[in-house]
């Protein structure tokens, strides 16, 4: 790069947050590609937000492997201490280990010769600059901890959440709870200045009561929630100049994660896990609709049951592969307007075998 375009390039990385992290991932991520996407810059543009004061309260649910993490605890935190070297960040999420690793990858960008070069007011005390922890000269800084970690006698400017609890601890109760209640009790107290503090919570949905809902029931929140493949025709803006049109059907990055990989991962997981943490919309583990309290036990259906009335329920299938679907079938009792559940049968069958199979 010639000497004369360095001040530009500077101005901009210092000024444009979006430029930021394109420069921030290639110096974490030496070698990998970054693939910009609508919804990155949606992110950058909310966050921009959060750093001149306009959103103080803001929630951003995406799905795994979308650089929510990198975009929100990383390179965030980076380039708001770099421009204002007394700004002080708390960055908390579910384990020791994540945020720790979340630390250091911010670390690696405030070391780099460019971040030095655009940022030259941000000086970082080197007794002071730990896994955990980093301190400007100027009292500013990164801080580092898990959900229950000690905050006491800690306070900053912006809180990060990220990631609050795993997706399979997310099914209990009391985990829920803990965390909601760690919130409610610790959080909101360590703000240096409670009326501009800044609060921001990315994440992966897992349950309709994670810390997600927990706080979108009591606050005033902007929530950001983009599903990994759109339900429905949409129009989202991007900010004051960009709107992007967004089809039903269509994945919310295409290069990264097409329609074949999520529907593989739908599959995977199941349909219950993918509507949470894929489309950020969880429902109660009963449905919606059915609910588990209608269900009763029995130990052997009554006799006259098969003479009343029987019916059968196929929920077909078309493959054998390893990760494909069953075709299942249920077969019931009516009587005295009870039904029984009398057979289960569950089996991969190619087409010919289940015609045959429907119709012994």
Known sequence: ?????????????????SSFLIKAFETVNPGQNFVPNWHIDLMSTRLTEVAQGGIQ?????????????????????????????????????????????????????????WYRKAFP??????????????????????????????LTGRGGHVIIIDDPIKADAAMSEAERNRVN?????????RFDDPAKGALVIVSQRTHVDDLVGHVLQRGDWLNVSIPAIAVEDE???IDADTVIYRKQGESMHPARLPI?????????????????????????????????EWFRTYEEAPHEVEREYVIQCWDTASSIDGDASYSVCT??????????????????????????????
């Open 1 to 17: 790069m010639s000497d004369n375009k360095k001040p530009v390039v500077n101005a901009l990385l210092y000024e444009d947050f």
């Open 57 to 113: 309260r803001l929630v951003l649910c995406l799905c795994p492997r979308s650089l929510k993490s990198f975009v929100t605890s990383v390179a965030f935190p980076a380039w708001c201490i770099g421009r204002d070297p007394s700004k002080r960040f708390i960055c908390i999420s579910y384990s020791e280990d994540l945020a720790a690793k979340h630390s250091r990858d911010s670390q690696q960008i405030i070391a780099s010769n």
């Open 121 to 150: 007011k941000a000086r970082f005390d080197g007794k002071k600059f730990t896994e955990h922890e980093m301190e400007t000269t100027m009292n500013g800084g990164r801080l580092a901890t898990s959900v229950g970690g000690t």
């Open 181 to 189: 209640s760690w919130f409610t009790s610790t959080v909101s107290s």
């Open 235 to 237: 129009e989202i803006r």
């Open 260 to 292: 074949g990989h999520l529907e593989h991962q739908r599959n995977n997981i199941g349909t219950y896990n993918f509507e949470a943490q894929y489309q950020q919309k969880p429902v109660p583990r009963e449905g919606n609709l059915v609910k588990a």
């Open 331 to 360: 077969t019931w009792g009516l009587r005295e307007h009870r039904y029984y559940l009398l057979d289960v049968y569950r089996e991969r069958l190619l087409f010919p075998a289940l015609l045959k199979k429907v119709g012994a």
